[in-house]
């Protein structure tokens, strides 16, 4: 009998530790703003090529992005410019909070990718991020959310800059991720199968 009652005080503690989650990845500064505008940007070497081949491999990897089985009809390509070593996606996918049986909790997550190339160098920008959330099975009736309302630093953080709100928290912490995803995909890109400290790429801002 005591070992059951020692088991059912234990029950609460461990619930609490098990939904206790470090967000520290995701508070102050992880999604930065640039006069007012949430923008995303990464800067990386390409040893040994030059532009237009950096070009054809971002071409390529923003294609396979496009792709993706997330990926809604809002998806295209804006532009294709090789003289400046320029490409504009324009994406539309399904962000997913939680799936299971019964349960779907999703939204349209939408944004802008921009790769400009130059010799040896490549640099990228993800921003007029937005998202459509609560839609009716058709498609209508949902809220939309701009990123510079719902995710940054000042809509995100409580008072003390410690801890997400919890409206946009899922939103913030998947919008981080999804971004990480993208541009290590776009370095990995140029990745032959070596090991880590042998990479084709580094990171520059």
């Not at 029950?11 to 530790?17: E, I, N, R, S, T």
């Not at 089985?69 to 939680?98: D, N, P, Y």
């Not at 459509?132 to 000042?154: P, S, V």
């Amino acid at each position: 009998m005591r070992k059951i009652l020692l088991l059912l005080l234990c029950v609460p503690m461990l619930v609490c530790a098990k939904s206790k989650r470090d967000d520290s990845k995701y508070l102050i500064g992880a999604v930065p703003e640039v006069n007012g505008q949430v923008l995303f940007q990464q800067t990386f070497a390409v040893e040994g090529k030059n532009k237009q081949q950096i070009y054809d491999v971002m071409k390529a990897y923003l294609n396979r992005l496009m792709k993706g089985e997330q990926q809604m009809k809002g998806t295209k390509m804006a532009m294709e410019e090789a003289s400046t070593g320029t490409l504009v996606g324009r994406f539309e996918e399904w962000m997913i909070f939680k799936k299971k049986p019964f349960v779907l909790d999703r939204t349209r997550f939408r944004y802008l990718l921009t790769i400009k190339c130059s010799d040896g160098k490549c640099h990228m920008e993800l921003t007029q991020i937005s998202y459509y959330y609560e839609e009716d099975l058709d498609g209508y009736n949902g809220r939309t959310y701009k990123a510079e309302e719902w995710i940054n630093d000042a809509n995100a953080l409580n008072k003390a800059k410690n801890k997400l709100l919890w409206g946009s928290a899922k939103f913030r912490r998947k919008t981080v991720d999804r971004v990480e995803e993208i541009f290590t995909g776009a370095r990995d890109a140029f990745e032959q199968p070596a090991k880590e400290e042998h990479r084709a790429t580094k990171l520059i801002e």
